[in-house]
């Protein structure tokens, strides 16, 4: 059975972002969401009978969900793995839309982490081997795999804020990010400490907000509102859960999940035209660039100076502002699919990647721990 280019995304919107109005809770911002991108297609709410989505602060999100929307789906999956969760929605759905098992699928997701704070529904687990030198997570273990980067490949301050400052250029293209203002390098090496080497502008924002996307079959795409970006290949690998248990703490899972997703796309990295990558760090882009085989391990580092990855680079890379400009409500990874899924559409305004065919949106869950791949294409590539 050929999965490859079998649905799309056809519908995607953001909730409210930011600092959302006091009082909505995050099946609010959900439900926001999911009215929004229904409208986007031009589908109705009584089309959805697939229900995919993860949450922090909700102890049952699907449950929560399709009670307050009033809908009992044939389908439903609320696998949580962290911010890569929805990436991992995209290739249950597509098993599921293939087998028949439902025909409109929504992934969904809505967060109040800024307004309200964290919930007290997920708790870290006591590990024996790091709880008792209390950990401050996640910078802590980032900041960990950050320093035996440096170590091994002398990665220095410089080359993560150009990460930093990539990302804000493309943020001050993006009107619904929260980042509004310039950033230059020295400001990020200037800023304020977090968890040695990592500065604030090294770490993502912490906002409000959520989002949806619609998922149908490619016969029945073609017939809606929207330019359909089909999903040409998704791969998901699990490595650890405690960073102290990473087998590498410079080569994560995107290893096996990158390949997965190319060997089902039939596509390389040389095919992909815009990068959408999790940077809840300015680590983090570093290690996908060069585990989803768009540089040798240990140049990630140099490769993303000079401009490379900014507006009028050469691999545009997270065109919206990322996590550490545009906004992070804790579980990026559904932003991280609406961008990639606006790029392949052409609807992407003054930030738009021209002749965009072929985009790759990644997911990163937990300490590196889960890490998941999707390669949207456009009709050309089918």
Same mark, same amino acid.
């Given at each position: ?20 109005? @006091?009082?909505? &809770? #995050? ?6 969401? !999911?009215?929004? $991108? /229904? =409208? ?87 590990? @024996?081997?790091? &709880? #008792? ?6 910078? !802590?273990?980032? $900041? /960990? =795999? ?61 906002t409000d907000g959520g989002g949806a996307i619609i ?12 330019k359909p970006a089909y999903v040409l290949g998704a ?148």
């Amino acid at each position: 059975m050929t999965l490859r280019g079998s649905i799309a995304i056809v519908g995607t919107a953001e909730s409210d972002l930011g600092a959302v109005a @006091p009082g909505l &809770s #995050p099946v609010d911002l959900m439900a926001q969401a !999911t009215h929004r $991108a /229904l =409208a986007d297609c031009g589908l109705q709410l009584s089309d959805v009978d697939g229900v995919f989505a993860a949450a922090g602060q909700l102890r049952v999100p699907t449950l929560t969900y399709c009670q307050y929307m009033g809908i009992q789906p044939r389908y439903s999956d609320s696998t949580v793995i962290g911010g890569s969760s929805f990436m991992a929605h995209v290739l249950h759905a597509m098993a599921a839309i293939r087998q028949g098992l439902c025909n409109v699928a929504v992934v969904v997701y809505g967060s109040t982490q800024r307004s309200q704070g964290r919930s007290n529904v997920r708790r870290e687990e006591y590990d @024996p081997y790091e &709880s #008792p030198y209390r950990p401050w997570l996640p910078p !802590t273990a980032y $900041a /960990l =795999a950050t320093s035996r980067y440096m170590h091994e490949y002398g990665a220095t301050r410089e080359n993560l804020a150009d990460v930093a400052v990539a990302a804000r250029q493309w943020a001050l293209l993006n009107p619904a990010a929260w980042e509004k203002k310039p950033l230059t390098r020295q400001e990020v090496l200037d800023s304020r400490m977090v968890c040695s080497p990592l500065s604030v502008r090294d770490c993502c924002l912490v906002t409000d907000g959520g989002g949806a996307i619609i998922l149908t079959s490619a016969e029945r795409a073609k017939d809606l509102r929207q330019k359909p970006a089909y999903v040409l290949g998704a791969g998901e690998a699990l490595s650890h859960q405690n960073i102290s248990n990473m087998a590498n703490l410079t080569e994560t899972a995107a290893v096996h999940s990158g390949r997965r997703a190319y060997d089902m796309a039939g596509l390389s990295a040389a095919d992909v035209d815009v990068l959408e990558l999790y940077d809840a760090f300015t680590i983090t882009p570093i290690l996908f660039l060069e585990d989803l085989g768009f540089c040798a391990k240990g140049e990630g580092a140099s490769f993303v100076g000079g401009g490379r990855i900014a507006p009028g680079g050469s691999l545009p890379v997270n065109t919206n502002g990322g996590g550490l400009s545009y906004c992070h409500p804790g579980m990026y990874g559904l932003l991280i699919l609406i961008e990639a899924a606006r790029q392949i559409q052409g609807v992407a305004g003054q930030r738009q990647v021209s002749a965009c065919d072929v985009a790759l949106a990644h997911g990163n869950g937990g300490y590196f721990s889960s890490q998941c791949t999707v390669l949207l294409g456009s009709e050309a590539t089918l």
